[in-house]
T-cell receptor
Framework: GAGVSQSPSNKVTEKGKDVELRCDPI?????LYWYRQRLGQGLEFLIY????????KSGLPSDRFSAERTGESVSTLTIQRTQQEDSAVYLC???????????FGPGTRLTVL | AQTVTQSQPEMSVQEAETVTLSCTYD???????LFWYKQPPSRQMILVIR??????QNATENRFSVNFQKAAKSFSLKISDSQLGDAAMYFC??????????????FGTGTRLTIIP
């Protein structure tokens, strides 16, 4: 596709519910990244995929967070038993392997009530 | 671990004037990448400019240029002839070259740029 796409654009959920956020990277990009941006703050790294494997999961804040990638394409970030502190914008980025520049999607704004 | 510091939470500039946004970073690595990204209210992170640490020449993209001082670990962004469309949050980011499999970007906290008509 023309760029990285993410869905949904906005998600409102109740505390304790599970949510799934989706990322479609640029076609041919083998590297995929998830970041979290809390209100008024910079981006925090969550997880990095090279192909379908995740060599760096160091940023996942708790075991309620998980992510997978299939077909070296779409990735899903799942947050179980959501908490109000999970409210943030979740951004996905992709790049060609070994190349530094990451291209970002528009993000999903998650609000946990 | 690398850190990135943006000490100016907010900046403003008159339209058509020049403004410089500051960024410093801390690293023990000798080779790395530095970036400036722009985030307008639409939330989309847009790459503004990129600098490879091994290059002595400062990167330039049209009205955007950087002043890369490797010894001082400083990476400032200069915007010339500021336009209303430049209004956004600007983030400085660092990426390691040497750690394969650890290619995350480390971001600063951002500078909100306002353009005064």
């Amino acid at each position: 596709g023309a760029g990285v796409s993410q869905s949904p654009s906005n998600k409102v959920t109740e505390k304790g519910k599970d949510v799934e956020l989706r990322c479609d990277p640029i076609s041919g990009h083998t590297a995929l990244y998830w970041y979290r941006q809390r209100l008024g703050q910079g981006l925090e790294f969550l997880i990095y995929f090279q192909g379908n494997s995740a060599p760096d999961k160091s940023g996942l804040p708790s075991d309620r967070f998980s992510a997978e990638r299939t077909g070296e394409s779409v990735s899903t970030l799942t947050i179980q038993r959501t908490q109000q502190e999970d409210s943030a914008v979740y951004l996905c980025a992709s790049s060609f392997a070994g190349l530094a520049t990451q291209y970002f999607g528009p993000g999903t704004r998650l609000t946990v009530l | 671990a690398q850190t990135v510091t943006q000490s100016q939470p907010e900046m403003s500039v008159q339209e058509a004037e020049t403004v410089t946004l500051s960024c410093t970073y801390d690293t023990s690595e000798s080779d790395y990448y530095l970036f400036w990204y722009k985030q307008p209210p639409s939330r989309q992170m847009i790459l503004v400019i990129r600098q490879e640490a091994y290059k002595q020449q400062n990167a330039t993209e049209n009205r955007f240029s950087v002043n890369f001082q490797k010894a001082a670990k400083s990476f400032s962004l200069k915007i010339s002839d500021s336009q209303l469309g430049d209004a956004a949050m600007y983030f400085c980011a660092y990426r390691s070259v040497t750690n394969f499999g650890n290619e995350k970007l480390t971001f600063g906290t951002g500078t909100r740029l306002t353009i005064i008509p």
